[in-house]
């Protein structure tokens, strides 16, 4: 099997949302976007995993980045599915009550 056919591409997806707050933005309320987020995985089939973090970069190359949010779909079906999901138009929805600077996603195959 060579690397380019078919049976070894990797159908995972990776999910990848960057947010950047307002200051304005509280503790409570990230925390609550957060939990939110996380609980997709328990509501919608084939997120096979959630990781968060705060940006702790001592290299000052993402001014105002603060949150990423990285989900992991067992495939692209499974990312498709999600996208129209009325669970993640629900939490989509809801981020316009925060005070969010900016938001980003990034979708990609996991390769080595």
Do not use: C, W
Request: hydrophobic share 25%; net charge negative; charged share 30%.
């Amino acid at each position: 099997m060579s690397p380019s056919s078919p049976e070894s591409q990797n159908n995972t997806v990776r999910h990848i949302v960057i947010i950047r707050f307002s200051s304005r933005t509280s503790e409570e309320q990230v925390r609550k976007i957060t939990d939110d987020f996380r609980a997709l995985k328990e509501k919608i089939p084939g997120i096979t995993s959630f990781e968060q973090g705060v940006n702790n970069s001592p290299e000052n190359e993402g001014p105002g980045i603060t949150h990423i949010y990285l989900m992991t779909f067992e495939s692209i079906e499974a990312r498709d599915t999600y996208l129209p999901h009325p669970e993640h138009q629900k939490f989509s929805d809801s981020l316009e009550n925060y005070d969010i600077e900016e938001v980003q996603v990034f979708d990609y195959h996991p390769e080595e």
